[in-house]
């Protein structure tokens, strides 16, 4: 089942409907919840699984724990999330002239599908009470593009790299 989709993604990376293609393979995906759960070798703490990743596509299941907010970061590629278990809090922002405003957010559940244009710029928290595991799915090489991270508090933007990420975490004032 997950070998089918990364297989099915990796098809529709050389297609001009790629990202239709790719959202509707997720949607399927995640719509079989127990079928997928049991393919999916869980961690119960925070942990990113990458299944697949070359320059068209990167695949993988992120684990959240509930209790802490993430910080607002952008991508610079398609992406597309989708929900196994738990609920995913979403908080938007769009750019002005020199910092973030915040816009409306959006929570997702299991089997949900949520798209983000390269651009987007989010922040993520697992609801709760549960932990959140979520499909990610990127249409490039996640790990090598250069991305924007922004201060929890200020907004300030840099370049984002996995320790200051993590720097900016914070505990969570995110309720649904
Ligand atoms: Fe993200």
Redesign the pocket.
């Known amino acids: 089942m997950l070998d089918d989709f990364i297989a099915r993604c990796r098809a529709a990376t050389t297609t001009e409907t790629a990202l239709t293609d790719i959202r509707a393979a997720l949607g399927e995906l995640v719509a079989d919840r127990a079928a997928l759960a049991d393919q999916l070798e869980l961690h119960g703490a925070d942990v990113d699984q990458v299944f697949h990743e070359d320059d068209r596509l990167t695949i993988m299941l992120c684990e959240t724990s509930p209790g802490t907010d993430q910080p607002p970061?952008d991508?610079q590629l398609h992406?597309m999330i989708g929900i196994v278990d738990g609920a995913e809090v979403h908080r938007f922002f769009h750019r002005t002239d020199t910092d973030l405003a915040p816009t409306k957010g959006r929570t997702i559940g299991p089997g949900e599908v949520l798209s983000m244009t390269p651009d987007a710029v989010?922040a993520?928290a697992a609801l709760g009470p549960e932990q959140c595991r979520a499909i990610?799915v990127y249409l490039g090489s996640i790990s090598t593009v250069e991305r924007s991270l922004f201060h929890p508090e200020t907004f300030t933007e840099e370049p984002l790299s996995i320790e200051r990420y993590t720097e900016f975490i914070r505990p969570t004032s995110t309720s649904a």
Request: aromatic letters at 0%; a neutral charge; proline letters at 0%.
């Open positions: 970061h991508h992406t989010h993520i990610h």
